[in-house]
Protein backbone atom coordinates (compact mmCIF):
# COMPACT_ATOMS: atom_id res chain seq x y z
CA UNK A 1 0.00 0.00 0.00
CA UNK A 2 1.03 3.67 -0.63
CA UNK A 3 4.11 3.77 2.06
CA UNK A 4 6.26 6.81 0.64
CA UNK A 5 4.74 8.85 3.34
CA UNK A 6 1.54 9.23 5.55
CA UNK A 7 -1.78 10.05 3.95
CA UNK A 8 -5.30 10.82 5.09
CA UNK A 9 -8.66 11.78 3.84
CA UNK A 10 -10.08 14.98 6.05
CA UNK A 11 -13.41 16.23 5.50
CA UNK A 12 -14.05 19.16 2.39
CA UNK A 13 -14.55 22.13 3.20
CA UNK A 14 -16.34 24.93 0.99
CA UNK A 15 -12.80 26.72 0.50
CA UNK A 16 -11.32 23.71 -1.24
CA UNK A 17 -13.18 24.34 -4.08
CA UNK A 18 -10.77 26.14 -6.68
CA UNK A 19 -7.70 24.13 -5.52
CA UNK A 20 -9.76 21.21 -6.52
CA UNK A 21 -11.02 22.50 -9.83
CA UNK A 22 -7.12 23.62 -10.22
CA UNK A 23 -6.25 19.99 -9.82
CA UNK A 24 -9.30 18.84 -12.13
CA UNK A 25 -7.74 20.94 -15.05
CA UNK A 26 -4.67 19.83 -14.67
CA UNK A 27 -5.02 16.25 -14.35
CA UNK A 28 -7.86 15.81 -16.73
CA UNK A 29 -6.11 17.73 -19.91
CA UNK A 30 -4.21 15.43 -21.37
CA UNK A 31 -7.49 12.92 -21.70
CA UNK A 32 -9.64 15.91 -22.90
CA UNK A 33 -7.64 17.52 -24.88
CA UNK A 34 -7.58 13.59 -27.27
CA UNK A 35 -10.71 13.17 -26.77
CA UNK A 36 -11.70 16.72 -28.52
CA UNK A 37 -13.13 18.10 -25.42
CA UNK A 38 -10.88 20.30 -23.40
CA UNK A 39 -11.82 24.14 -22.43
CA UNK A 40 -10.03 25.88 -19.97
CA UNK A 41 -12.87 27.57 -18.12
CA UNK A 42 -15.17 24.65 -18.45
CA UNK A 43 -13.23 22.18 -17.26
CA UNK A 44 -12.82 24.11 -13.60
CA UNK A 45 -17.02 25.47 -14.06
CA UNK A 46 -17.83 22.01 -13.93
CA UNK A 47 -16.26 21.40 -10.67
CA UNK A 48 -17.45 24.56 -9.04
CA UNK A 49 -21.02 23.68 -10.42
CA UNK A 50 -20.64 20.23 -9.19
CA UNK A 51 -19.01 20.76 -5.43
CA UNK A 52 -20.42 19.55 -1.92
CA UNK A 53 -18.58 19.46 0.66
CA UNK A 54 -20.62 17.12 2.11
CA UNK A 55 -19.49 14.33 0.55
CA UNK A 56 -16.11 15.37 -0.61
CA UNK A 57 -13.07 14.37 0.89
CA UNK A 58 -9.32 16.04 0.58
CA UNK A 59 -6.34 13.61 0.64
CA UNK A 60 -3.39 14.98 2.46
CA UNK A 61 0.18 13.27 2.08
CA UNK A 62 2.08 14.58 5.14
CA UNK A 63 -0.41 16.93 5.93
CA UNK A 64 -0.06 18.55 2.32
CA UNK A 65 -3.09 18.99 0.12
CA UNK A 66 -2.38 15.90 -2.86
CA UNK A 67 -6.08 15.25 -3.91
CA UNK A 68 -9.76 14.67 -3.25
CA UNK A 69 -12.80 12.13 -3.69
CA UNK A 70 -16.73 12.72 -3.04
CA UNK A 71 -18.49 9.34 -2.51
CA UNK A 72 -22.58 10.30 -2.53
CA UNK A 73 -25.62 8.30 -2.71
CA UNK A 74 -25.92 7.26 -6.20
CA UNK A 75 -28.87 9.04 -7.94
CA UNK A 76 -30.35 6.27 -9.98
CA UNK A 77 -31.08 3.70 -7.43
CA UNK A 78 -29.02 2.28 -4.68
CA UNK A 79 -25.48 2.39 -3.92
CA UNK A 80 -22.91 5.11 -3.93
CA UNK A 81 -21.38 7.46 -6.60
CA UNK A 82 -18.13 8.15 -7.02
CA UNK A 83 -16.34 11.70 -8.38
CA UNK A 84 -14.02 14.13 -8.39
CA UNK A 85 -10.78 12.01 -7.55
CA UNK A 86 -8.13 13.33 -8.57
CA UNK A 87 -4.85 12.89 -7.52
CA UNK A 88 -1.78 15.48 -7.73
CA UNK A 89 0.64 13.96 -10.59
CA UNK A 90 4.02 14.05 -8.46
CA UNK A 91 1.67 11.73 -6.24
CA UNK A 92 0.09 9.16 -9.18
CA UNK A 93 1.67 5.79 -9.81
CA UNK A 94 2.69 5.21 -5.86
CA UNK A 95 -0.12 3.23 -5.20
CA UNK A 96 -1.75 6.35 -3.43
CA UNK A 97 -5.36 5.92 -5.89
CA UNK A 98 -5.47 2.39 -4.60
CA UNK A 99 -4.88 2.98 -1.29
CA UNK A 100 -7.52 5.72 -1.20
CA UNK A 101 -10.02 3.63 -3.61
CA UNK A 102 -9.56 0.32 -1.59
CA UNK A 103 -10.38 2.54 1.35
CA UNK A 104 -13.88 3.68 -0.16
CA UNK A 105 -14.56 0.59 -1.51
CA UNK A 106 -14.47 -0.77 2.35
CA UNK A 107 -17.33 1.91 3.10
CA UNK A 108 -19.27 0.06 0.48
CA UNK A 109 -18.87 -3.51 1.10
CA UNK A 110 -19.95 -2.60 4.56
CA UNK A 111 -23.07 -1.42 3.63
CA UNK A 112 -23.19 -4.18 1.02
CA UNK A 113 -24.05 -1.99 -1.91
CA UNK A 114 -22.76 -1.09 -5.36
CA UNK A 115 -19.99 1.68 -5.88
CA UNK A 116 -20.68 3.45 -10.06
CA UNK A 117 -17.93 5.88 -11.78
CA UNK A 118 -17.42 7.42 -14.57
CA UNK A 119 -13.50 7.15 -16.22
CA UNK A 120 -13.42 9.12 -19.78
CA UNK A 121 -12.68 6.16 -22.31
CA UNK A 122 -8.88 5.72 -23.04
CA UNK A 123 -8.23 7.15 -19.48
CA UNK A 124 -5.18 5.29 -17.43
CA UNK A 125 -7.58 5.42 -14.38
CA UNK A 126 -9.45 3.16 -16.01
CA UNK A 127 -6.82 0.11 -15.22
CA UNK A 128 -6.66 1.03 -11.35
CA UNK A 129 -10.74 0.52 -11.54
CA UNK A 130 -10.82 -2.75 -13.48
CA UNK A 131 -8.32 -3.78 -10.67
CA UNK A 132 -10.38 -3.42 -8.02
CA UNK A 133 -13.44 -5.20 -9.34
CA UNK A 134 -15.29 -2.51 -11.23
CA UNK A 135 -16.79 -3.44 -14.85
CA UNK A 136 -18.27 -2.05 -17.90
CA UNK A 137 -22.33 -1.00 -17.07
CA UNK A 138 -22.54 1.37 -20.02
CA UNK A 139 -20.34 3.33 -22.43
CA UNK A 140 -20.42 6.20 -25.34
CA UNK A 141 -17.62 8.30 -27.25
CA UNK A 142 -17.02 10.01 -24.35
CA UNK A 143 -17.70 8.27 -20.81
CA UNK A 144 -17.73 5.14 -19.19
CA UNK A 145 -20.04 4.14 -16.78
CA UNK A 146 -18.30 1.26 -14.16
CA UNK A 147 -19.96 -0.36 -11.45
CA UNK A 148 -18.44 -2.82 -8.64
CA UNK A 149 -20.59 -4.93 -6.96
CA UNK A 150 -20.26 -5.11 -3.08
CA UNK A 151 -17.47 -7.76 -1.92
CA UNK A 152 -19.39 -9.74 0.50
CA UNK A 153 -17.18 -13.08 2.69
CA UNK A 154 -19.36 -15.63 3.09
CA UNK A 155 -19.95 -16.58 6.54
CA UNK A 156 -17.86 -19.06 8.02
CA UNK A 157 -18.75 -22.47 8.83
CA UNK A 158 -18.56 -23.96 12.44
CA UNK A 159 -15.33 -26.90 12.28
CA UNK A 160 -17.11 -30.50 11.55
CA UNK A 161 -17.30 -32.55 15.05
CA UNK A 162 -17.64 -29.30 16.79
Request: aromatic content about 8%; glycine content about 8%.
Given at each position: ??T?TT????P???Q ?5 A ?6 M????VRL???D?H?V ?5 D???S????VV??G?V?AG ?7 D?G ?8 Y??P ?6 LG???L?TL??RA?E ?10 Q??A?R?LY?RE????E?E??V ?9 V ?6 A??R
Amino acid sequence: MYTETTWSLRPGRPQDVEPIAELRAVVMRDDLVRLGRYDEHRVRQRLRDGFTSEHTSVVETGGVFAGCVTLRPYDHGPGLYIEHFYLAPATQGRGLGTAVLRTLLARADEESVPVRLIVLQGSAARRLYEREGFVVESEDPVDVLMVREPFVTAPRRPAAGR
